[in-house]
Antibody, heavy 120, light 107 residues
Framework: QVQLVQSGAEVKKPGASVKVSCKAS????????INWVRQATGQGLEWMGW????????GYAQKFQGRVTLTRNTSIRTAYMELSSLRSEDTAVYYC?????????????WGQGTMVTVSS | SHELTQPPSVSVSPGHTARITCSGD??????TCWYQQKSGQAPVLVIY???KRPSGIPERFSGSTSGTMATLTISGAQVEDEADYYC??????????FGTGTKVTVL
């Protein structure tokens, strides 16, 4: 079935970087955008950026410009989100989500989420 | 500051109608979609393009827009509809943004 499976939980120290993976299955990986969304504990959803897996084109929320990098490896149908210069406020669950053009880009498939904890 | 504003909470009795609003200056020019997020789970798309339901979403969920406000309506709310709901659209700067979120309690 159509799904996105993310990598496991991470614990990082302040100032470090984290790279989360998102593996697609059940559909043509290069035909749908991948978006990244995060959610701090007890807080709302926050859109971080998007990537076109076919072209590699990306777009980022202004808040994360310069700190987040979205990449992909089409041979293994996997998208990646790397966040650098981590601080305690980056502790959150990070989701990847498929943007479906048939739904005007709405996110119809979500990964299970990856918990990233930033602590000294 | 958030560009899409929602009420923090809405309560509804089972079988009654719940309405969740989403206010934003850019809404007249952009599509709005809605996500449902149950505790400890990933969000689920319930409305896209203002008022369309993806396959598998019950008919009791509907969406509408008027000016700078979008509304998600749950007609005949069920206990299983208890969740957080988020609108999503584009802000005045052309960037994607989620609403502040609304906790719906069915009791």
């Amino acid at each position: 079935q159509v799904q996105l499976v993310q990598s496991g939980a991470e614990v990082k120290k302040p100032g470090a970087s984290v790279k989360v993976s998102c593996k697609a299955s059940g559909y043509t990986f290069t035909s749908y955008e991948i978006n990244w969304v995060r959610q701090a504990t007890g807080q709302g959803l926050e859109w971080m950026g998007w990537m076109n897996p076919n072209t590699g084109y990306t777009g980022y929320a202004q808040k994360f410009q310069g700190r987040v990098t979205l990449t992909r490896n089409t041979s293994i149908r996997t998208a990646y989100m790397e966040l650098s210069s981590l601080r305690s406020e980056d502790t959150a669950v990070y989701y990847c989500a498929r943007g479906n053009g048939d739904y005007e880009g709405a996110f119809d498939i979500w990964g299970q989420g990856t918990m990233v904890t930033v602590s000294s | 500051s958030h560009e899409l504003t929602q009420p923090p909470s809405v309560s509804v009795s089972p079988g009654h109608t719940a309405r969740i609003t989403c206010s934003g200056d850019a809404l007249p020019n952009k599509y709005t979609c809605w996500y449902q997020q149950k505790s400890g789970q990933a969000p689920v798309l319930v409305i896209y393009e203002d008022n369309k339901r993806p396959s598998g979403i019950p008919e009791r969920f509907s969406g509408s827009t008027s000016g700078t406000m979008a509304t998600l309506t749950i007609s005949g709310a069920q206990v299983e509809d208890e969740a957080d709901y988020y609108c999503y659209s584009t802000d005045t700067g052309g960037k994607e943004v989620f609403g502040t979120g609304t906790k719906v309690t069915v009791l």
